[in-house]
């Protein structure tokens, strides 16, 4: 191995211009197949293995209901839910008129169906209470629809007060809706009058269940020629939404979330500052470089060489991968901050060799003699620590490792034929005086003194680490690495307030209507369960009760709801009514109780009698907004059919059933699975029932298996393949020791700063912790191999000031990593921070420590340099 980095690193320099000149071929070659072949895959359900059982129970589902897959989901929420309903609709109405931007939309739980039918979806004893509220607000009703007016309403509240006087009318049941009331007209005496909602009045556990947010389900014109394919149908959403008079006024509002902005935004957060990034992290890398090799006829060669090994490794990508996902893209990043290091250490060993060499061409040589084997082994070594998660399910990882673990030895290459290559033309000038650190050797001597003490204090942090590593947490949840100061992130956490919103359900198949039956009613009994819905619930059972209960009450309503033509609606006459109606509320003043609604519903009558015509006028054009609709929906609503399977909508069928029979269950968990612990075990009593299942926190929880389990295999992938490339190298169990022992120490500091840091491992940041086995080998194997060789101030040598200004490139490049507006990166570059301090001090500490106790017991004579 030694002989051939030699005898490459001389021909590349005595065959310059020829090297040179092929590697400008093949990086043309490599672009213009990178620009036309290589992609970005944002769907971050791509991750992971389609062979894995629940990505093939998801695939499964996505096939079968491809209606939930590439939605733009809009969320409209409105103080009552009839506007929330008419927002809606009127943001649908516009969206289905735009081809351009829009494939198609929906708005679940609406149309004929739920309108004509749905009390009967209600159980009996729910349905039961809701008539007969009906029924003795008949008095009420009856007089709102003769006049849907604030008149009638006013009359309304006339009769109750009379009602109370006669001695003949019991108001507590009423209690909720007189104090809306109340609040609504002292609004409108106010002169700010609001909408009241007819719904919550008349029908108060059902609008309670529905609550005030609706959803607009939008399938976009992806357009996956740009970065973003979803980015114009949401800009166009933004538009519409923007332009509806609800919107417009307040009294409405629509947000958006969905996989499309979701997988856009993310994209959106790893490119937003890139090229700051990117152009700072160059600046300081230079910067470094200046201080590493103090001349530009070394400094150009080494960028000159990580560009061109980056561009290599591009090119590698396209051809091998083709398609880079939201974790492989960082491999740039990685091999910025991790090449650099080799290209460092040649030019800094080739500046040392200069103080005793002269001539350029033999210092060369003897600095491929020196250094070589050391690059190579570190670069073979790193390479491992990332070619380690190749054989993982976890696919975002593998192809990570498989792109930077092959661009480590790309970078390798480059170093020792590219670089001399480039300095044979540059021809650096000889150095005065030693290279090295005057403090090091000063370090040396203060390390070599106190290495038992030094030692000792390793022990205790090495116990901390280990503690740290068994009580480090785990985040499952992939939405915590996305920026949660996004539209769609902002959406998103809005809805997980109630388990009717929470979008962390579990999704499951039945064979057929019975089977689905049984299996929602075993869902149903478990406590983490909140609610269970299936194609089953659309054809509800005891229908004949039900109906009967509900012609019943159409027939003791009908009168009532009969309607008619009512008066005409004049400030006059709404006066007159407020007038009366405050005139037999103040009668009946001293029999009710002191804060009764009641009351103030009086009170705000006696300033609303006075009012100007156009205030009254205002006052009844809130009052009675959604009034006629509300009373056309319930005499709709009594008027129910029979469900049957056959009768039921096609939406809905779609929605909910299969072709072959097979029936969807949809299974919603309490407030309490909102929390990581309390996800994981919603979904392992949901597995004790069907052991495979769909659905977002099904696919949660499995990643999270997944990724822990790729890093458990890629770690003891990695640390076999790098103990036996120690063994292969070093040809010694202790030296090979040496460099596992101060590795594993790195990994227990790591894990104690970022237990000290409050930082959680998730499943971008997890893949810090493998690829420190490749970070911190490479420093650890040249001072073992410069031990080994006979040196033993190690500290003040020239290998320590390229370790260090290493570090410094490496740890701008995590730098720019953790600047990211991405979070899962942004953690993955400051646990790479954290980690290469760790290597950092566990190298210049521990491991010098350590080396010293060794020396001490072979008594072996101590040289400056190898």
């Keep these: 191995m030694q002989k051939l980095i030699v005898s490459l690193v001389g021909s590349s320099r005595r065959h310059a211009v020829a090297v040179l000149a092929l590697y400008a071929v093949l990086l043309l070659l490599g672009l213009g197949y990178a620009r036309s072949h290589l992609g970005i895959d944002t769907n971050t359900d791509h991750l992971f293995a389609r062979s894995l059982p629940w990505r093939q129970e998801q695939i499964v589902f ?53 309108r004509e039918d749905g009390l009967l979806l209600l159980p009996p004893d729910q349905l039961a209470t809701l008539l007969n509220s009906i029924v003795t607000a008949q008095p009420f009703l009856g007089q709102l629809s003769a006049d849907p007016s604030a008149a009638g309403l006013f009359k309304a509240l006339d009769l109750m007060a009379v009602g109370v006087g006669a001695g003949q009318a019991n108001l507590t049941p009423y209690a909720a809706q007189l104090k809306s009331f109340q609040s609504a007209i002292e609004q409108a005496a106010a002169g700010h009058p609001k909408p009241i909602s007819w719904q919550a009045l008349l029908t108060p556990g059902v609008a309670a269940e529905q609550g005030d947010v609706r ?3 939008i399938h976009p014109v992806l357009d996956h020629g740009t970065l973003q394919p979803g980015g114009a149908a949401t800009a166009a959403l933004r538009r519409i939404a923007a332009s509806l008079p609800s919107v417009r006024s307040g009294e409405a509002t629509v947000n958006y979330t969905g996989q499309i902005p979701l997988s856009d935004e993310q994209f959106a957060s790893l490119t937003q500052g890139l090229v700051l990034g990117l152009v700072i992290s160059v600046a300081l890398i230079t910067l470094w470089l200046i201080l590493a090799v103090r001349s530009w006829r070394m400094i150009v060669p080494i960028l000159a060489t990580l560009i061109a090994g980056l561009l290599l490794t591009v090119s590698f990508a396209a051809l091998a991968i083709g398609t880079l ?25 080739l500046r040392d060799v200069r103080t005793r060499i002269t001539d350029p061409a033999l210092a060369m040589i003897e600095a491929a003699n020196e250094a070589g084997t050391q690059i190579a082994l570190a670069s073979v070594a790193t390479a491992c620590g990332f070619l380690a998660f190749a054989p993982t399910s976890f696919i975002g990882v593998a192809e990570l490792g498989e792109i930077a673990g092959i661009g480590m030895l790309i970078a390798f290459v480059c170093t020792i034929t590219f670089l001399p290559a480039l300095l044979a033309l540059t021809r650096p000038r000889g150095e005065p005086a030693r290279i090295g650190f005057p403090l090091g050797d000063r370090a040396d001597r203060a390390v070599n003194r106190h290495r038992k003490p030094v030692l000792a204090g390793f022990g205790i942090l090495a116990i901390a680490g280990i503690v740290s590593l068994a009580t480090i947490h785990f985040d499952a949840n992939p939405l915590d690495t996305q920026n949660p100061n996004t539209e769609a992130m902002r959406t998103l956490r809005s809805l997980l307030g109630k388990s009717v919103t929470n979008p962390f359900y579990i999704d499951a198949l039945a064979p057929n209507l019975p089977a689905a039956k049984a299996l929602a009613a075993r869902f149903g009994k478990l406590p983490e369960v909140a609610q269970v819905i299936s194609g089953a619930t659309f054809v509800p059972t005891k229908q004949t009760a039900k109906l009967a209960m509900i012609a ?18 004049t400030a006059a006459r709404l006066r007159e009514a ?8 103040a009668a009946i003043a001293t029999r009710l109780p002191k804060n009764a609604p009641l009351l103030g519903i009086g009170q705000a009558l006696e300033r609303l009698k006075t009012a100007s015509d156009a205030r009254l006028l205002a006052a009844n054009a809130a009052l009675v907004k959604y009034l006629p609709g509300e009373l056309a929906r319930l005499n709709d609503a009594l008027s129910a059919q029979r469900i049957t399977l056959a009768n039921l909508p096609p939406d809905l069928k779609q929605d909910w059933f299969l072709p072959d029979g097979r029936v969807r269950l949809q299974i919603i968990p309490t407030a309490a699975a909102q929390t990581s612990a309390g996800l994981w075990k919603f979904v392992a009593a949901a597995q004790t029932i069907v052991p495979v299942l769909a659905g977002p926190a099904a696919t949660t929880v499995a990643t999270a298996k997944t990724i822990l389990g790729a890093f458990r295999e890629a770690a003891l992938l990695g640390a076999i393949a790098i103990a036996i490339i120690l063994m292969i190298f070093l040809r ?11 590795l594993a120490l790195s990994a227990l500091l790591t894990a104690l700063f970022a237990r000290l840091a409050g930082m959680q491992l998730d499943y971008a940041n997890i893949i810090a912790l493998p690829l420190l086995l490749g970070v911190g080998v490479s420093f650890n194997v040249y001072f073992v191999m410069n031990w080994r060789a006979g040196m033993r101030n190690l500290l003040g040598s ?4 390229a370790v260090l200004f290493s570090a410094l490139t490496t740890g701008t490049a995590f730098g720019s990593l953790a600047a990211s507006h991405d979070r899962g990166t942004a953690s993955l570059g400051e646990l790479l921070l954290l980690s290469l301090a760790a290597v950092l001090i566990a190298t210049f500490v521990f491991l010098p420590a350590l080396l010293a106790v060794l020396t001490r017991r072979t008594a072996t004579p101590a040289t400056d340099e190898p």
Excluded at 339 to 347: G, M, P, R, S, Y
Excluded at 578 to 585: L, Q, R, T, Y
Excluded at 798 to 801: D, F, I, L, N, S
């Design 62 to 114: 996505d096939k079968a209901f491809p209606q939930f897959n590439d939605l733009i989901v809009a969320v409209v929420r409105d103080a009552t839910p009839e506007g929330a309903d008419a927002t809606a609709k009127a943001l649908a109405d516009r969206i289905a008129a735009d081809k351009t931007h829009f494939k198609d939309v929906s708005r679940p739980g609406t149309g004929r169906f739920y």
């Design 215 to 217: 959803f607009v389900l």
């Design 325 to 349: 996902n939201l974790i492989s893209v960082a491999f740039a990043i990685l091999f910025v901050g991790l090449a650099v290091d080799f290209a460092i250490q040649f030019c800094v060993r």
């Design 552 to 569: 019943q009450t159409q027939q003791i309503l009908a009168p009532s709801l009969s309607g008619g033509t009512p008066p005409p609606v």
């Design 578 to 585: 407020a007038a009366k109606a405050a005139g037999e509320i």
């Design 732 to 742: 010694s169990v202790r030296d090979s020791a040496l460099v596992v022992a101060t």
């Design 798 to 801: 020239a290998t320590a000031r």
